[in-house]
């Protein structure tokens, strides 16, 4: 065989072949750096209001407070009475006694037109103000006792505290108390015939209380 010729030249470039298959799908790439926050968007509309919701437990009382400071004082009220004296009077009404020692009448010591009981705790008057009570006349209001005894007493707390007697043609006769009056103390007139005949006869008296503003009623 002879020795082979020189290369030729090159000839014109082929037509591309067709696309061969897809490769394998390659490794993830990392991931990248995260982007800036992008700017807020608008405020919603509000939401309709929820129901109400079910009331809780009452709490525990809680302590109580400090109390506060005392009040200024007020200021002195007007002085009273120290001393004094009131009249006392009074009568039966224009009733005519016609009763006997087994049922005397009662009265209050200190006002009129007041018809009698027969009870001293009936007509009894309460003594407001500690004092003393002076002498009480009793007088008949219409003539003279004739010939009958009539007796009239004060009474203290229910008890005899002075007693006078009018007799024959008297028309008067003054009681005598004992003792000072202190304030809670009741007073009463009791009065009857203690003897003679059946003639009638009113009576009225009168007295002296010392101290201030009227004490009895």
Sequence with gaps: MGAVGPA??????????????????????????????????????????????????????????????????????????TSGT????????GENNTT?????WFWPLDGNN????????????????AGSLGTVTVSITNGTTNTSTWTYTLLKNGAANGTCTIVGNGTSCTIT????YASGDTVAVSGFRASGSSTTHGATWAGTYSWGTDPIG
């Design 8 to 81: 030729g030249a090159q000839g014109p470039q082929g037509d591309v072949g067709p696309a061969g298959p897809n490769g394998a799908t390659g490794a993830a790439g990392a991931t990248g750096a995260t982007g800036a926050n992008g700017t807020p968007g608008a405020a919603g509309a509000t939401g309709a209001t929820g129901a109400t919701g079910t009331a809780g437990a009452t709490g525990a009382t809680g302590t109580n407070g400090t109390n506060g400071a005392v009040g200024a004082t007020g200021a002195t009220g007007a002085t009273g009475f």
């Design 86 to 93: 009131a009249a006392e009077s009074g009568g039966t009404d």
């Design 100 to 104: 006997s020692s087994a049922a005397p």
């Design 114 to 129: 007041v018809l009698h009981a027969t009870t001293a705790a009936a007509v009894a008057q309460t003594v407001h103000v």
């Design 177 to 180: 108390p004992s003792g000072a």
